[in-house]
C-alpha cells in the first residue's frame, strides 16, 4: 500500500554561500575551513550538539594511533585535540602519546569554534532530501520541530557520514551487504572506578594488541604489534560467561577501556560489537540501540563482578547514538585503494596526509615506523551531483582503504580539504571539478594542513 504526499511549498529560511550537512570530525573542520576561507557558512546537525562521533557517539580516543615515530596529519584535527586540552577537555589517552577528548566537555569547545569562526549554527535540524536543479544541487530540505523547511545554498558539503545527501541527490554509492559491514558500537562509560586499584590490576597482567584476536576475530598485524600494550578487558567477560550472567553465545563483549579520570570515571568503554546491522536502516537502528544498551548492562555486572577496581563502578552514560563505523561511500573521481594506504600512496593532487593506521575488516596496523599516505582531491569528488563535495568516512575508496580512512583524524582532513574546495571553487567561480589544485593547495598550507 502507497499513500500520496500532497505538493506544497516550502518556505525557504535561509540562504549561504556553503552548506555542510552533518557537523562530526569532517562536517566540523569543513565548516571552519570554509568560513577561514573568507565564505558564508551554516552547519546543518541533526542533533543538539556539534562533534558527532566526539560528543554524540562518544569515542573520545580521538588520537589512539599515535606513537613515538608517527608522522601525524596536521591541520584541523589537531586544533580540536590542543583546543580540547586547553579547556581542561582533555585527559592523557593510555595507549598513545595523544589525548582523550572529553566528549561531554567538547561540546562547549566545539560551540566555541564555530561562534569563534562565524558559522551559522543550524542544531535539531534533519537533512531530509537535496534541492536540484537537473544535475546540481542547489540546498536542502530538512525537517525539525518548526516544520519541513529549505536552505538554499551555492555549494554543499556532504558530511553525514551515510552519503545521505549524494545518494538521495543521485550520485552512485556503493556499501557494503550487512553482514560484511564492520560492527557497530554503543559506547558508555562508568563512575565511581577505583583508579589504583584498578590500573594496578591491569598492571599485573597486561594485555597487547596480539589480545584483540579473540572468540569469533581474528586481527592480521605486521607483527610489531604484538607486542604493545593495549588496554584491553577480556578476563571479566570469560568470568561471567562461564558462572552464567553473560550468555555464552555473547562472545563479541570484550574490548577497549578508553580514559581513566583521578575522580573515578572510566569513560569511552568500547566493549559492545553489534554485527550485521546497517546503520542506513532505521528498523536496525531501532534494534542495534536497545540491544546494545542489554548487551553493555551485562558488560557493566560482569565488570562489578570480575573486574577489580570497579566493584563500586556504575553506568554513567551512554553515548547518544550508535557508532556506526561502515556504511554508503560514495564512487568518487578517484577511489583509494588497499595499495594506497599499506603503501605510502603519494598524489601530485594531495590535500593532506594520514599515518598508516588501518583499523577494520580483521586488519590492524600502527602507525610506529613513520609511514603515511597522502589523500587525493578526486577522492572527495561524487559522480554525477554538480556544486557537492564530500567528507569523512563516505569518501570514494575500497574495504581496506575505508578502514584507514574512516578514522576520525583522517574524517578532519578530509574535512578541511572539501570546506577549503568549497569557499575557494564560490571565490574563485570554479567547479568542484575543475579547482585550482594549486590555489586549493596553498590555501590549505596557510591553514595550518600538511600535505606532503
Known sequence: MKIKEPARELEVIHSTDVLVVGSGPAGLAAALAAARAGVEVTLLERFGCFGGNITAVGVEGFAWYRHDATVDSEGIGIEFEERAKRAGAAVKEPQSNSHAIDGEAFKAVADDLVLEAGVTPMLHRMFVAPIMDGGHIKGAIVESKAGREAILAKRV???????????RAGAPTVKQAKEDMIGASVMFSLSGVNKQRFIDH???APHTYADWAYGQWTIET?????????PFLRKPFERARAEGLIPPNLDTISGTWGALYDAGDLTYLNLVHLLGYD??????LTHGEMEGRRQAMLAVRALQEFQPGCESAKLRNFGMTLGIRDTRKIDAVYNMTELDVREQ???DESVGIFPEFIDGYGILILPTTGRYFQLPYRTLLPKGVENLICAGRITGG??????????????????????????????????????SVTALQEELKRQGARLH
Open 157 to 167: 558539503i556532504d558530511a553525514t557520514g551515510d552519503a545521505d545527501v549524494a545518494y
Open 202 to 204: 591491569v598492571k599485573a
Open 222 to 230: 605486521t607483527g610489531k604489534e604484538d607486542q604493545m600494550f593495549s
Open 398 to 435: 575500497d574495504r581496506v582503504s575505508h578502514a584507514a580512512t574512516r578514522n576520525m583524524m583522517c574524517c578532519a582532513v578530509t574535512g578541511q580539504a572539501a570546506g577549503t574546495a568549497a569557499a575557494l571553487s564560490l571565490k574563485r567561480n570554479e567547479a568542484f571539478e575543475s579547482l
Open 345 to 347: 600512496a603519494r598524489f
Open 279 to 284: 546503520g542506513t536502516d532505521p528498523n536496525d
